[in-house]
T-cell receptor
């Protein structure tokens, strides 16, 4: 069984540019989560999808971040325009049910210069 | 005050010793707690979950939860160099959809 895959693994962009991160959850996992870790800080929750619906986006930092999960399969997280403070590692995770073990992807290292 | 706190380490133990990792949390509502292991540049991997007061053992790992003291710990017996990693403590909210992570403790097991 394939795990959670994220693409790209690394992205280096300039301030003001747009970046789109992609996450493919484990097949059959309705729950998909985005987390991120900025330098020196804890991993923090961004949002939670159940299938294609946003269940909780309380962790999204501002309206420069847009997450989608069309068709309830893969998800994208777009940052537009990117700012320096957006640099960090963005993790995606999935689970079949709530309160169940989360499987994490290996993350996208985003560097905004 | 951070919601989930861990000593960043590094915690250095000799091979074969017991490594003791600690975590405190501030939200009394949290009922479920998790320990993740993360190797450098890799994804966090769940190694233990605990929901009730007391101890839970799985192989060389023992998780301990004390809700009155709002304290979670992870013991690793017979530590191996391959256990060297960052260990993340996390609390799950009541809705069951959001993990709050501590900053992680870096463990180094020296041969």
């Amino acid at each position: 069984e394939a795990g959670v895959t994220q693409f790209p693994s690394h992205s280096v962009i300039e301030k003001g540019q747009t970046v789109t991160l992609r996450c493919d959850p484990i097949s059959g996992h309705d729950n998909l989560y985005w987390y991120r870790r900025v330098m020196g800080k804890e991993i923090k929750f961004l949002l939670h999808f159940v299938k294609e619906s946003k269940q909780d986006e309380s962790g999204m930092p501002n309206n420069r971040f847009l997450a989608e999960r069309t068709g309830g399969t893969y998800s994208t997280l777009k940052v537009q325009p990117a700012e320096l403070e957006d640099s960090g590692v963005y993790f995606c995770a999935s689970s079949r049910y709530l309160n169940e073990k989360l499987f994490f992807g290996s993350g996208t290292q985003l560097s905004v210069l | 005050q951070k919601e989930v706190e861990q000593n960043s380490g590094p915690l250095s133990v000799p091979e074969g010793a017991i490594a003791s990792l600690n975590c405190t949390y501030s939200d009394r509502v949290s009922q479920s707690f998790f320990w993740y292991r993360q190797y450098s540049g890799k994804s966090p991997e769940l190694i233990m979950s605990i929901y009730s007061n007391g101890d839970k053992e799985d192989g060389r790992f023992t998780a301990q939860l004390n809700k009155a003291s709002q304290y979670v710990s992870l013991l690793i017996r017979d530590s191996q160099p391959s256990d060297s990693a960052t260990y993340l403590c996390a609390a799950l909210n009541n809705a069951g959809n959001m993990l709050t992570f501590g900053g992680g403790t870096r463990l180094m097991v020296k041969p």
